[in-house]
């Protein structure tokens, strides 16, 4: 069923400005940022003692292990960021520490295969017995995925073949005729559908799809795990949508539960979709997916509105002030919209992943690469948010790290593997899904290589220069114009030419000669964007954005309280590059605007007094960089 495939990040080079620039920040600040912080030599933040778990775990030290029960999974996705850097940044000393750290693993686990410190510490009798609280499957789906990407990356097998190891336990302990069960939080069906891929072994297939096909069934798995054992890792399990085991997958058409649990497996429903051709599950993607996005989703990107459970709640409950917006969620939904490209390139699931990451993901790090957001409000009240019990979670400035951080390794992971998400080939088609700066090697019937120029997001030039390995090569160029873009002009070799958008696609089928030039000019007009009048929480407010970037307004730039702004329908929004500072280089917005003042009783029959004041907007990514204070996205008009 698979239309066309990602491109291996071994045939993608990333340079340019903007994404070169988070690459390079990923490769040189956060990685060893966040190892440090592994290791325990960061005094300032949360401790994590993820790596002396495993010293633990394998004899090497004393003591007892420490963190949350998926405390093992920062170390995989650690290790899978250092694995696609090391593709494009060769680097002895990062991969000596990775082997060391491999190494470490190997001897932490168990003969059978078992890997998991906290149980291998603490309760080695309890293995199994929770798969609902206790994320062992979890972990070790992290832990598969890095050993692919590493081996992929290195060409070492000794990570690969440990991981294999608790694979194989995996698939001889779980599925028909066997024990019964289905993991808690889904992550091992997209790890076994990667390690199947690359070993063509059937079983590792057979159990992802077991773990998808046997959510839902009845009598339910969870209830009767409960049953079975006299303890708790944090509560009784109650809600089965929590997990999305509320009914048979192929059955579910609302996103439920879980954010990040959901949507990793609906990623991995269409990865079997596309294996199997399964039409079915193929179509509760298809619903579930526009579910998510057309009533779920925040302008941002950001998806999952509640802290309890941090969970999808209904559709158009999108409250700015206590969004939750988990990171994670957001990568979670690149990850389903890649898997539904590769079966119909659609620019839907290019608009999404570009939605998301220009303003979520990037929002979810500091600009210099060493503090993180968990949760992506789109609005922040000085006194209320991080402070009182309903906004708790809001904070107003990202901390160090978390004891439960799942976001900043994932985030690292996703940012250095964006070309898998970039460029994507068929049988006789080039397909560039988002602009890229870089370049991309492709094997048609004749071996090609694109260079893009990008000067994305914040002027819309992009060009690609084509070289095919002989003198010419006949296929067809498919390149993403982004919903956002009403107006762009197109130039082949310099001169204008006419290009309809398909689905989402202008498709230019020719012989392409080497030194082919095809530029997009795309106008970068600010947009006034509306929600939905069911979105009761955007009621009489507007939302700015430029190109796929999505702005807010801080205190730092508009005098406290936000609430009191308004942009008249009048008002000229002009674009200015930041000349200096730590926004530099970046576009931010200028207007004309109103502000109110009011009596100062709590309710009076004084109409509040409007003044014309200069208002600011900067990129949604942005904030928080800067002075800590008031933000908002939406703003009244």
């Given at each position: ?66 963190g949350l029960i998926f405390q093992d999974s920062d170390v ?554 008031e933000m908002r996205v939406w703003i009244r008009q």
């Amino acid at each position: 069923m698979k239309t066309i495939k990602s491109l291996q990040l071994d045939k993608v080079k990333v340079y340019g400005d903007f994404w070169s620039d988070k690459t390079l920040l990923i490769r040189n600040v956060v990685i060893p940022y966040q190892l440090e912080i592994m290791e325990d030599k960061h005094p300032n933040v949360e401790k994590s003692h993820a790596i002396e778990n495993f010293k633990i775990a394998a004899g090497e030290a004393k003591g007892e292990f420490y963190g949350l029960i998926f405390q093992d999974s920062d170390v995989a996705k650690w290790l899978e960021a250092v694995a696609y850097s090391l593709i494009s940044y060769p680097d002895k000393a990062l991969e000596d520490k990775a082997d060391e750290i491999i190494n470490l693993i190997g001897k932490a686990q168990e003969k059978d295969g078992y890997l998991n410190t906290h149980f291998t510490i603490n309760y080695p009798e309890r293995k199994w017995q929770n798969l609902l609280e206790c994320h062992e499957l979890y972990c070790n789906g992290h832990m598969i995925e890095a050993a692919v990407a590493y081996y992929k990356a290195t060409g070492k097998i000794t990570f690969l073949n440990i991981m294999r190891r608790t694979a194989d336990l995996i698939c001889s302990r779980f599925g028909e005729g066997k024990t019964r069960g289905i993991p808690g939080h889904q992550e091992i069906e997209l790890a076994l559908i990667e390690l199947y891929n690359l070993t063509q072994e059937k079983r590792y297939l057979e159990t992802a799809e077991y773990f998808i096909y046997e959510r839902g069934k009845e009598p339910s798995y969870f209830e009767q795990e409960e049953k079975s054992r006299d303890w708790y890792h944090w509560s009784r399990f109650e809600d089965r949508e929590y997990a999305q085991n509320h009914k048979p997958v192929i059955e579910q058409d609302v996103a439920v539960g879980h954010s990040v649990r959901a949507v990793y497996m609906y990623a991995a429903m269409a990865e079997l979709a596309a294996l199997n051709d399964d039409k079915k599950l193929l179509d509760a993607c298809n619903k579930l997916w526009d579910n998510i996005v057309n009533k779920q989703m925040y302008i941002t990107g950001g998806i999952g509105s509640t802290v309890h459970g941090e969970a999808f709640s209904t559709s158009y409950d999108l409250p700015n002030d206590t969004a939750y917006a988990e990171t994670c969620a957001s990568i979670a939904m690149c990850f389903f919209a890649r898997r539904m490209l590769e079966i119909k390139p659609s620019g839907k699931y290019c608009d999404v992943i570009e939605k998301v990451l220009y303003n979520t993901i990037l929002a979810s790090m500091q600009l210099d690469g060493k503090r993180f957001f968990y949760v992506n409000p789109l609005e922040v009240i000085t006194g209320v948010s991080g402070v009182i019990k309903t906004h708790k979670h809001a904070l107003a400035q990202r901390p160090g790290w978390y004891a439960c951080a799942c976001c900043p390794p994932n985030l690292s992971r996703l940012i250095l593997s964006l070309g898998k998400y970039a460029w994507g080939e068929g049988k006789d088609t080039i397909y560039s899904h988002i602009y890229l700066g870089g370049s991309a090697s492709f094997d048609l019937s004749d071996s090609v290589t694109i260079e893009c120029i990008s000067k994305y997001p914040f002027e819309g030039y992009v060009c690609y220069t084509i070289n095919p390995i002989s003198k010419s090569s006949d296929f067809c160029f498919a390149v993403h114009i982004p919903d956002w873009c009403k107006n762009v002009i197109y130039k082949l070799n310099g001169k204008n030419i006419n290009a309809e958008i398909t689905d989402g696609y202008i498709n230019i089928s020719r012989t392409w000669k080497s030194g082919d030039k095809l530029e997009l000019i795309m106008d970068m007009q600010v947009k006034r964007v509306y929600s939905n009048l069911s979105v009761n929480s955007n009621a009489g407010k507007v939302c700015l954005q430029r190109g796929p970037v999505v702005y807010c307004f801080e205190e730092t730039d508009n005098k406290a309280p936000l609430s009191a702004l308004r942009l008249p329908e009048d008002s000229v929004i002009e674009p200015v590059t930041e000349k200096e500072g730590i926004l530099k280089g970046t576009v931010t917005l200028k207007m004309s605007g109103l502000k109110e003042t009011g009596d100062s009783k709590l309710y009076s029959e004084v109409k509040p007094n409007a003044q014309g004041v200069t208002l600011k907007a900067v990129p949604y990514y942005t904030w928080g960089n800067r002075s800590p204070g008031e933000m908002r996205v939406w703003i009244r008009q």
